[in-house]
């Protein structure tokens, strides 16, 4: 079999492929990666990143939060990524960002790459929205949820990407300051977050 009949028949099966797992035709690393340069170049499959690659006829590879929800049901789309999900932030990550009950397996390689914050009771189940992809329903924190977890971890979101999803959040009235401090309780920020608050309506 030609070498681009075999990496098509992966990927068609696959949906999603690296190159690690396209290794194992058996096919040299030149002539894999001729292979997949001349399915790129004639439009035939599309990279979605260093080394991974699907149809270019399927839609669903490109969305990566429906895909990562599928690895993983219990997540919740979370800081980051539901930012960018809400359309609220400057911020563009190429990880996702999941929300999974405290306990759960660590997430392991594959596409899309996850980053995993664990999280128990309210702080996990409170402020879950779900939305229709084409790979299926998506769940995903509130944008008030969603401000409130960022100043929870802005160790590790940047407390200026908490500042901006407030104002932005805040500007477009995608919450009511009722609602904000109500989500702020519950991830037991509303003592770090009232001063930010009172500054936007003072």
């Known amino acids: ?49 260093r080394g991974v690659y699907a149809p270019a006829s399927d839609r669903l590879a490109s969305d990566t939060w429906g895909l990562a929800l599928r690895r993983y049901p219990k ?28 306990g759960s397996r660590a997430p392991g390689k594959g596409y899309p790459p996850i980053r ?12 879950i929205e779900t939305h229709r992809r084409p790979t299926g329903e998506v769940r995903v924190y509130s944008v008030a949820k969603t401000v409130a977890d960022c100043f929870k971890f802005r160790n590790r979101v940047g ?4 500042l901006e999803a407030l104002r932005e959040g805040w500007r477009e009235r995608r919450f ?15 003592n770090v977050m009232r001063p930010y608050m009172e500054a936007l309506v003072a």
């Open 1 to 49: 079999m030609e070498p681009t009949q075999a990496i098509t028949r992966v990927l068609k099966r696959e949906g999603v492929a690296d190159v690690q797992t396209l290794g194992a035709l058996g096919l040299s690393r030149p002539t894999l990666f001729r292979a997949l340069r001349q399915l790129e170049q004639g439009g035939r499959i599309m990279r979605l990143r």
């Open 75 to 102: 997540g919740v789309l979370c800081l980051l990524s539901a930012l960018a999900f809400h359309e609220i932030t400057t911020q563009a990550p190429w990880d996702v960002w999941l929300a999974l009950p405290a």
């Open 116 to 127: 995993a914050v664990y999280v128990s009771g309210a702080a996990y189940s409170a402020g």
């Open 159 to 162: 407390l200026d990407v908490a």
């Open 176 to 190: 009511t300051m009722e609602e904000l401090y109500r989500m702020a309780q519950l991830c037991r920020m509303q």
